[in-house]
């Protein structure tokens, strides 16, 4: 069983479908991020992108298939499961009324780690975002890029080894868009982070990455970024197509 | 700024001292996730200065208005746990501090249903405690602000000769632990059916004053029971009514035990059903939306 789990992905999403009502938002969603690995999951909006996060950090059960973070089932060890899993969703989730240093520590103590313990933490990866002159500032005086880099810090306060970003750049400038997706890049090729990255805007994916194509609630494309595409075809083309197409639910495993 | 000069001092998480890889799971670690939220509450409530002295106002507003006009009108019979006949000010001191706590009650639960609006109810659910820990938690810290407050109502009620045994202030404690727990957790359970923060108000029509007026707080049940039976009887089953009685009598030093079973029974009832409107499965999380009203 440990053997297993030495070599489990980093996060292993299994035929998960999910429904609201009547209205399947997944269906047979399966993916695999493995460890140390950039993925991207594209979809437009609607797609199911969100849907899979709130089933991927148990907000919801998945009614169907199974969710594993490094071998830990969500069903079956769900604390083990979450506490190496840091997340970024897509509203802004940061208390405005308090400072940047009391939203960390409260984070912090969410995990279990005391003021002590995460005081240093905290100031090493306010460093790291660039942003330790506004400790003791409130949220609400930050810009937009800014909380989201507070944000990103947030999630890797209790030293998460998978981490799940949710459109973070959505609503940023361009520089602080640039500044978070190097932010992030950073820790993937330094600290060997694994990233779940959703979005709809194709700059932020280098060919390399893995991607998933999400599509109505079920992945039309898989395969690494740059090759998501048929002969000369870029990614963005190729989505406009993938997700235009009517197959509803047609299939195309990489 | 450069990436590379943030990350020439980051180290890699399993390297940091003192920090394990992933915080404590164990008893230790919730009773610091317990502390950080009974932290953030305590350091929100008193941001919002209006809401502390909101919350002041209004009993106060009662005691020194309210009933110094009802004191000739309304005179209150000899019965336990007075020992005299007693002003209309001091027969209603107990039921305006339970009073407060009602209102904090609610005041939590529209907070929790801010939160899931504003997304961090997810952060907190994200946290690796099981969820009946985070909710029992998220009361808790309730229960602290609301016990703070009632005792700032009755420090300031004291020089209005309230007539209360000084022991009695330390032995109404628990039952401001209690009642506190009580009205959180019925707190806890609207927050987990009303939907949006605009339906709130409905929950001070439906729940806080019918609650507050068909209780023990403002005149003894006998009165009632002289104009209706059937709305003493009402009254008796509302559980806000025996936390009045619980409180009223700790303040006299004395333990009234139905009261007690009451409201401890009514708190784990509550409690219970909150936990399971919480459950990921279950409840207002499995329905469409989900805990912050995305569906996409």
Sequence with gaps: MTGGREAAPALDVAQVSHRFGARAALSDVSIRVERGRFMALLGPNGAGKTTLFSVITRLYNNQDGRVSIFGHGLDREPSRALARLGVVFQARTLDTDLTVAQNLHYHASLHGIGRRAARERIATLLDRVGLSDRRDDKVRTLSGGQSRRIEIARSLVHGPSLLLLDEPTVGLDLESRADIVAIVRALVREEGLSVLWATHIFEEIEPGDDAVVLHRGRIVARGQAGSIGSEGESLEAAFRRLVTEPKDGGRQAA | ?296
């Design chain 2, 1 to 296: 700024m450069s990436i590379q000069t943030r990350t020439a001092v980051t180290a890699a998480p399993t390297r940091m001292p003192g920090v394990s890889h992933h915080g404590r799971l164990d008893a230790v670690g919730y009773l610091i996730c317990l502390g950080g939220i009974v932290r953030r509450e305590l350091l929100r409530f008193f941001n919002q200065k209006e809401r502390f002295f909101s919350a002041l106002v209004r009993p106060l507003v009662w005691l020194f208005i309210f009933a110094a006009g009802f004191r000739n009108t309304l005179g209150v019979s000899i019965e336990p746990p007075y020992q005299t006949y007693v002003l209309y000010e001091v027969y209603v001191v107990p039921g305006l501090a339970v009073m407060i706590q009602l209102f904090n009650g609610m005041q939590s639960s529209l907070s929790m249903v801010y939160d899931r609006e504003v997304g961090s109810m997810k952060v907190l659910l994200t946290s690796p405690y099981p969820r009946w820990t985070l909710l029992l938690a998220k009361l808790i810290a309730g229960v602290t602000v609301s016990v703070v407050q009632a005792y700032a109502f009755l420090a300031i009620a004291w020089f209005w000769e309230t007539d209360i045994p000084p022991i009695g202030y330390l032995a109404a404690l628990p039952a401001f632990v209690a009642s506190g727990l009580m009205l959180g957790a019925i707190g806890l359970l609207l927050s987990s059916m009303v939907r949006q923060l605009e339906n709130f108000a409905s929950v001070m029509n439906f729940v806080i004053f019918p609650m507050f007026f068909a209780s023990s707080a403002l005149y003894p049940l006998w009165r009632i029971r002289e104009s209706s039976e059937t709305l003493y009887w009402i009254c008796e089953c509302n559980p806000f009514t025996h936390a009045v009685q619980l409180v009223r009598f700790a303040l006299y030093g004395q333990f009234e035990p139905v009261a007690c079973a009451v409201v401890v029974g009514t708190t784990i009832a509550f409690f219970t059903l909150a936990v399971i409107a919480y459950d990921p499965g279950r409840g207002i999380m499995a329905r469409r939306g989900g805990p912050a009203g995305d569906n996409s």
